[in-house]
C-alpha cells in the first residue's frame, strides 16, 4: 500500500493533509507520476511544466 505522503509547494514541508498545518495552502501529492514509454500525452505535460518555470501561462 502506498502512503499518502503530500508536500506543500510553499513552506516545502511534507504532511499527510491536504492543506499545510503550517501555512494553510494547499498541498500536492510528492508521489511522481508512473512513466510509460507508450505516453502519448508527455510532450503536453512537459511543455505546461517548462513553461510554468519560466513564468507563462498558457491555460
Do not use: H
Not at 503530500?6 to 508521489?31: F, H, L, Q, S, W
Request: net charge positive; charged share 30%; proline share 5%.
Amino acid at each position: 500500500m502506498r502512503t499518502l505522503i503530500r508536500k506543500c509547494n510553499y513552506c516545502k514541508i511534507y504532511t499527510m493533509d491536504e492543506i499545510c498545518p503550517k501555512c494553510g495552502n494547499k498541498t500536492v501529492m510528492a508521489i511522481p507520476m508512473r512513466y510509460s514509454p507508450a505516453d502519448k500525452f508527455q510532450k503536453y505535460r512537459l511543455r505546461l511544466i517548462k513553461d510554468d518555470e519560466n513564468g507563462k501561462n498558457n491555460y
